[in-house]
């Protein structure tokens, strides 16, 4: 069974930092790029930060460029986000999910095709 | 940087009649080098993650219902559901894709409720 499960959230002090984890399982993990994609209570659906399938390339949203790092282990099947200086708008449920990559003509559109339930991480003095 | 919308934010239909979503993107999503939309669609039902529905802004993903339909080209596509089900009640978002920088781009949600 394909599945993706977070780990690693939990409540911090603004300013704090926090690891999150991803293990994958069903699929070979580095075939594929990956994505942390958050959501406030209550909220839409926003896209965090990604990374491809061997960890040369990332990418992060504006509103975490700076504070955050995703990086993988292949060996491990494992995908992480290190989180620091944490802000109460950060408060929110973390999705790992997976990179579909649904290529035409040379060109790839991605979108996320697997999701795993998500750690909460709750960022209050 | 792209801007989705969605309309409306929520609506109620009875069982078995048409559901229609729409989303606009502030830039036109599609591809001149394949001619495909880059634009998703997911279904999100209560206490779970979302569910990618469509992709191509017209590509239904393997499993997904038939009643399930996605058109539109450029910065206006529509997500139809052809006979509301009751398991079809949910928050349904439109999502694009842009390769340089890689980045994903959200809708803000449309809620679906039975009427």
Same mark, same amino acid.
């Given at each position: ?43 839409g659906?926003e ?11 990332t ?57 795993g ?9 | ?5 969605q ?5 109620a ?7 229609t979503?729409?989303?606009?993107s ?13 634009l ?9 993650p979302?569910?990618?529905?469509? $992709? ?5 993903? =393997?499993?997904? %219902?038939?009643?399930?339909? &996605?058109? !539109?080209?450029g910065? #206006? ?5 052809s006979?509301?089900?009751?398991e079809?009640?949910?928050? $349904? ?5 842009? =390769?340089?920088? %890689?980045?994903?781009?959200? &809708?803000? !949600?449309?809620?679906? #409720?039975?009427?």
């Amino acid at each position: 069974e394909v599945q993706l499960v977070e780990s690693g959230g939990g409540v911090v002090r603004p300013g704090g930092s926090l690891r999150l984890s991803c293990a994958a399982s069903g699929f070979t993990f580095d075939d594929y790029g990956m994505s942390w994609v958050r959501q406030a209570p209550g909220k839409g659906l926003e896209w965090v930060s990604g990374i491809n399938w061997n960890g040369g390339s990332t990418g992060y949203a504006d509103s975490v460029k700076g504070r955050f790092t995703i990086s993988r282990d292949n060996a491990k099947n494992s995908l992480y986000l290190q989180m620091n200086s944490l802000r109460a708008e950060d408060t929110a449920l973390y999705h790992c999910a997976r990179d579909g990559e649904y290529c035409s003509g040379g060109s790839c559109f991605r979108a996320f095709d697997i999701w795993g339930q998500g750690t909460m991480v709750t960022v209050s003095s | 940087d792209i801007v989705m919308t969605q309309s409306p934010d929520s609506l109620a239909v009875s069982l078995g009649e048409r559901a229609t979503i729409n989303c606009k993107s502030s830039q036109s999503v599609l591809y001149s080098s394949n001619n495909k939309n880059y634009l998703a669609w997911y279904q999100q039902k209560p206490g779970q993650p979302p569910k990618l529905l469509i $992709y191509w802004a017209s590509t239904r993903e =393997s499993g997904v %219902p038939d009643r399930f339909s &996605g058109s !539109g080209s450029g910065t #206006d596509f529509t997500l139809t559901i052809s006979s509301l089900q009751a398991e079809d009640v949910a928050v $349904y978002y439109c999502q694009q894709y842009y =390769s340089t920088p %890689p980045t994903f781009t959200f &809708g803000p !949600g449309t809620k679906v #409720d039975i009427k």
